[in-house]
Nanobody, 122 residues
Framework: QVQLVESGGGLVQAGESLRLSCAVS????????MGWFRQAPGKEREFVAG????????YYAGSLKDRFTISRDSAKNTVYLQMNSLKPEDTAVYYC???????????????WGLGTQVTVSS
């Protein structure tokens, strides 16, 4: 059984930073795409960042590229999302996902975590 468990969310003030973690069990993610999405109340899930299994590696939502960074630690089978200069509009539940290929559309992804809440005040 493939499981993804997000952690690291919480309440922060605008301008601060936060690093989310996604621990993967059931398989090693080497050779798989990993991604981060977020969903605010009343809105659809939106793409945040992706990490390819090969090639150049990473891609981002255009509005977030300057502030967010996705990375992997293969030894720990964990993917991270570093979020800097957080803004109130970043408030959402953040989800990690795993897929053979992935992409910017949520429906392309096979496995999902349950999410972690990020709340940015001020």
């Amino acid at each position: 059984q493939v499981q993804l468990v997000e952690s690291g969310g919480g309440l922060v003030q605008a301008g601060e930073s936060l690093r989310l973690s996604c621990a993967v069990s059931g398989r090693t993610f080497s050779g798989y795409a990993m991604g981060w999405f977020r969903q605010a109340p009343g809105k659809e899930r939106e793409f945040v960042a992706g990490s390819r299994s090969s090639g150049a590696g990473t891609y981002y939502a255009g509005s977030l590229k300057d502030r967010f960074t996705i990375s992997r630690d293969s030894a720990k089978n964990t993917v991270y999302l570093q979020m800097n200069s957080l803004k109130p509009e970043d408030t959402a539940v953040y989800y990690c996902a795993l897929d053979q290929t992935g992409g910017r559309l949520p429906e392309r992804w096979r496995y999902w975590g349950l999410g972690t809440q990020v709340t940015v005040s001020s």
